[in-house]
């Protein structure tokens, strides 16, 4: 079983960025793709980004291609979400999770973190 733990979260002006890591535990971490989600205050929990197992496959949400990066450190059982030009709306808990399945919803995945907190200022 994988447990992950998200950080990097905070403060930011729009405009800036950030960059999250997913430190996760367990020997399957390095066979597993990883997700990263994010869910704002009174909304659902979105999909954000997606790398497989080997890093030769990353999926985007529309909403932050070209703004977002994700990336692994297998040696180091982490994955990254680069966050650059933040905006407002960008603002939410941001969670990864294992992926459990071919898809993008939130019940494709499992073994969710406790989320870390982005909040960006206009």
């Known amino acids: 079983q994988v447990q992950l733990v998200e950080s990097g979260g905070g403060l930011v002006q729009a405009g800036g960025s950030l960059r999250l890591s997913c430190a996760a535990s367990g020997r399957t971490f390095s066979s597993s793709g990883i997700g990263w989600f994010r869910q704002a205050p009174g909304k659902e929990r979105e999909f954000v980004a997606t790398?497989?197992?080997?890093?030769?496959?990353?999926v985007y949400a529309d909403t932050v291609k070209g703004r977002f990066t994700i990336s692994r450190d297998n040696a180091k059982n982490t994955v990254y979400l680069q966050m650059n030009s933040l905006k407002p709306e960008d603002t939410a808990v941001y969670y990864c999770a294992v992926r459990l399945r071919l898809g993008v919803r939130a019940t494709d995945f499992h073994s969710w973190g406790q989320g870390t907190q982005v909040t960006v200022s206009s």
């Open positions: 790398i497989s197992a080997g890093s030769l496959n990353r």
